[in-house]
């Protein structure tokens, strides 16, 4: 096996001393002279048509610099990655269709001014009848959100494989069961924040915590109507995404005040605010039946998933897909029927959250598998690996490249290894149960079209001293990617860490890494970034070679310096090399651009999990005491950081199975502060977190690395839940669990 | 001493001390510690999660007790220490709970760590030697949505070990 000097080791992030020195700019802390501080009039109603929007009393305010509504948005005066159907603003005549829609934008001398100000916007709503469930949206006669979209339906889509009709009749068991996920809220501790600005050179500069720059430059440009060569997007620092960062939420208001007033403006959300604009995770109800012989071989599998997409088309055709794909998983079903719909309310848009429709659908897999298993009575952990895809199976996912061996066994034993033994109830008020879920999570690779994911480029160069840039529109979020970048990059070029330098995020600096989402960054931009280094490694050895007078293929790079392999000469220090590149006109400035090339869209890989919890029969309310979570990784560039994922993601998936939903009311956020929309605390973490890899090498990631950030989001929860239905004896069927529904299900069971 | 400003709301001279150095500022009444630090004194290093005192990103030391500075209006804070993450390292030497941070892998997004840091620092100088549950109970204000804790209690006991 080759040896690494960098790649797979525990290195502490590199931009770790600047976070923990606070020195670290996230966008919020960005400031410029003469800037001015801006606020937006957000919609009171979720469903009106605007009458009026009267600014007269505001524009006068003394510090109020500009006060825009609709009829001053140029271009197109729409957005959305899929179909542009979101307004910049809303204006006179028009109709507003969630509490995030904005009416107004003012720029002031502060941000006192600015909040005071738009409460002296008066706006004139008609109520207009308000779709707030999905009931409410296909009931016969609902009006239409959309006037082109009839039914209020955002999506319809089936797969079909096989005939699962016919093999449900003729299956030996049957599970039925409906699953309601909640809408779940990213609640990264930073909120949105972007400084605008025009330069001196005419560009439209946005800085801003986003997840895809070129996407939000193409969203922009689009919206306003410029073009997208005059519209710079770059974001520094981001405090968390989760996906909640990778569509416009401000960014657009801020571009169009600063080319309207000429000066740097900035905004920064309040939590409330926050909570109301970006999208959340899909809330879905998923009706599953699942059909097996005696003997324990699925056969059939069959599917209605509807969700809420909230106001406006945003993620909801993708995020479907994805879920739909996602709902077979690691096992050999021949018969599969799929019929997948999101519909239009006026709730919060639904969009990308860590998983992107994948986890609602291993919840209600990996939940009604169990009923399934009991049902049979066999063992769950060996139901589930007697059902699962073997090496040169194909699976339902036919987007899946399947080029890495089916690893599910290895993780499995890794999740049993370290699961120890079932936990015994402390007394009589107390209910013990374990859970398992396994999933087959998958991954972009760069050839997803349509939504930007196709391809990935990267930029390496080499300075003259020897130091090292990446420039990469690859966004660090906290899953470190910048890190992994940085070891791929030593390990090819033979340097320190410390002599790389990378610079993220900035349209006019790097080329197109598209979204930082989907559990590609590592995998795509992993590639880009060793081919770029690759080629520029070739081109210094064969200066090295003209210079030391050896064949450069006999020359290897270490520790900065390149020396021939037998050590016959003492070689020449790096830096030598690059000065002589530099004197001679020989570029060290190299861009990769990686695309897959085979004909599969996600590059996939394996989990389990294991919960167990303690139910309190009195109250009703779940502790987990143990999760164990086990992963194949593929080659783990940095084991520290892929730990952290697993450990981070367990957490969050816990608040999705046990106290997080974002509760809306006739439309209106019921659950806007982190008081009332429950994440985990430090008190809330289960006694005993565990995470466990496995490194069954990707033949084409990086190294052999895998995608990672978003898997463990699957099979958690439903480990979870399904220890809690081992606990109390009967079935739970909804995110999160409530202690009422626990105690009600005890009750039944009694 | 009292101003008053076109507006309604008072204006005070503030005094106090922030990471040793005096600064002198002239604030309206309802001005938040965590305003005047980030927006009057760019110690940017103390961040803006919530405003109401849920989230814990504006953690600072008051004369070493850790607070929710937008909790504490600038007034109240006139005539005392202020210790922010910028104050935190002695001379470029990181405190020890910065150090086992960025070793222990306790940092993702970052936007939490320097509530969090000031929190375990504020804890460790009351406590030395903290069991595991005294940490997550002295971090329970700080919430962190990237790491799921662990790594955080364990770079916080290990300063702690550090400490000895």
């Known amino acids: 096996m080759t040896q690494h000097s960098v790649v797979g080791k525990s290195i502490p992030r590199v931009d770790g001393l600047d976070k923990v020195l606070g020195r670290t700019k996230y966008a919020g802390d960005l400031s410029m002279p003469g800037m001015l501080y801006a606020k937006a009039l957000l919609s009171e109603r979720a469903s009106a048509r605007i009458d009026r929007v009267d600014v007269s009393r505001t524009t006068s305010m003394e510090g109020v610099v500009a006060v825009l509504t609709a009829k001053d948005v140029p271009g197109l005066g729409r957005f959305g990655v899929i179909a542009q159907d979101q307004p910049v603003l809303v204006g006179e005549g028009e109709e507003v269709r969630f509490t995030g829609d904005a009416l107004a934008l003012v720029a002031a001398e502060s941000q006192q001014v600015a909040e005071r100000a738009v409460r002296f916007i008066e706006v004139e709503y008609e109520e207009l009848p308000g779709l707030y469930t999905i009931d409410d949206a296909l009931r016969d006669g609902a009006r239409f959100l959309h006037s082109d979209k009839p039914g209020n339906v955002c999506l319809a889509a089936e797969m079909r494989i096989g005939e699962p009709e016919l093999a449900l009749r003729e299956a030996d068991v049957v599970v039925e069961e409906t699953y309601n996920t909640s809408r779940q809220e990213h609640a990264s501790i930073e909120t949105e924040a972007a400084l605008a600005f025009v330069d001196g050179q005419g560009l439209l500069n946005v800085h801003s915590c986003v997840q895809d720059p070129y996407h939000f430059a193409r969203d922009i440009s689009r919206a306003l109507g410029i073009s997208m060569n005059r519209v710079r997007v770059a974001s520094p620092a981001v405090g968390g995404g989760f996906g909640a960062k990778l569509d416009i939420t401000i960014q657009h208001w801020l571009a169009l005040l600063a080319m309207k007033t000429r000066r740097p403006v900035k905004m920064m959300l309040t939590r409330e605010e926050s909570f109301r604009l970006h999208p959340k995770r899909h809330p879905m109800r998923i009706s599953i039946k699942l059909g097996a012989s005696r003997d324990g071989k699925m056969v059939a599998l069959q599917a209605k998933v509807i969700s809420d997409g909230g106001a406006y088309t945003g993620r909801s055709p993708t995020v479907l897909r994805v879920n739909q794909m996602a709902l077979p998983g690691p096992y050999d079903i021949p018969n599969i029927h799929v019929d997948s719909r999101a519909v239009f309310t006026n709730n919060p848009v639904s969009g990308a959250f860590r998983g992107y429709g994948a986890p609602q659908a291993v919840l209600a897999r990996e939940a009604a598998i169990d009923l399934l298993a009991r049902e049979i009575g066999m063992d769950p952990v060996q139901f589930r690996l007697s059902n699962c895809v073997r090496d040169g199976q194909k699976v339902a996912n036919k987007f899946v490249m399947l080029d890495s061996p089916i690893s599910l066994p290895q993780v499995a034993n890794k999740l049993t290894e370290a699961a120890g033994l079932k936990p015994v109830a402390a007394g009589p008020r107390e209910l013990v149960g374990r859970g398992v879920a396994f999933d087959m999570p998958t991954f972009d690779i760069g050839v997803f079209p349509g939504i930007g994911l196709s391809g990935a480029g990267a930029t390496v160069e080499m300075l003259q001293d020897g130091s090292v840039t990446v420039y990469s529109t690859a966004i660090e979020m906290g899953q470190g990617v910048a890190t992994v970048l940085t070891q791929v990059v030593a390990e090819v070029l033979g340097v320190d860490v410390r002599d790389v330098e990378v610079v993220l995020g900035d349209t006019n600096a790097a080329p197109k890494a598209g979204p930082t989402s989907a559990s590609r960054q590592t995998y795509v931009s992993g590639n880009a970034v060793r081919m770029a280094a690759g080629n520029l490694r070739e081109r210094i050895l064969e200066r090295a070679g003209k210079e030391l007078e050896i064949d450069a293929r006999d020359l290897v790079i270490e520790g900065g310096r390149i020396f021939p392999v037998d050590g016959s000469k003492p070689g020449v220090e790096l830096a030598q090399v690059a000065a002589l590149c530099f004197q001679d006109g020989i570029s060290l400035r190299e861009e990769g651009w990686f695309k897959a090339s085979h004909g599969a869209l996600q590059g996939h890989t394996f989990m389990a999990s294991l919960a167990d919890v303690a139910v309190d029969v009195l109250t009703g309310t779940v502790t987990v005491k143990k999760l164990v979570c086990s992963h194949d990784t593929g080659k783990a560039i940095n084991p520290l950081g892929v730990i952290g994922q697993l450990y981070g993601g367990a957490v969050q998936s816990q608040g999705y199975a046990l106290t997080e939903n974002l509760l809306c009311e006739d439309g209106e956020v019921r659950t806007a502060s982190l008081t009332e929309y429950l994440v985990p605390t430090s008190l809330d973490i289960p006694p005993e977190l565990t995470a466990v890899i496995v490194e069954e090498a990707s033949p084409t990631g990086p190294f052999g690395a895998k995608g990672l950030g978003e898997h463990v989001m699957g099979s958690v929860p439903p480990a979870i839940l399904n220890a809690v239905c081992d606990a109390v004896g009967a079935r739970l069927t909804r995110l999160p669990i409530h202690p009422q529904e626990v105690l009600d299900a005890i009750q039944r069971n009694a | ?164």
Do not use: W
Request: proline share 3%; net charge negative.
């Open chain 2, 1 to 164: 001493m009292v101003t008053e400003a076109k507006t309604s709301v008072k204006r005070h001279i503030v005094t106090l001390t922030v990471n040793g150095d005096e600064h002198v500022a002239l604030v309206k009444a309802n001005t938040t510690l965590l305003d005047l630090l980030r927006e009057e004194f760019d110690y940017t290093g103390t961040k803006k999660g919530c405003e109401l005192g849920d989230c814990g990103a504006c953690t600072v030391m008051l004369d070493g007790e850790p607070v929710n500075s937008c909790l504490i209006l600038a007034v109240e804070a006139d005539g005392h220490s202020v210790t922010t993450i910028e104050g935190l390292d002695q001379n470029g030497k990181l405190d020890p709970v910065q150090e086992a941070f960025v070793n222990h892998g306790a940092i993702q997004c970052g936007y939490c760590s320097p509530g969090m840091i000031l929190s375990g620092r504020a804890l460790l100088n009351r406590n030395p030697h903290p069991t595991e549950r005294e940490v997550r109970e002295a971090i329970a204000g700080n919430l962190c949505r990237c790491t799921g804790y662990v790594r955080i209690v364990e770079a916080i006991l290990a300063a702690a070990d550090a400490n000895s």
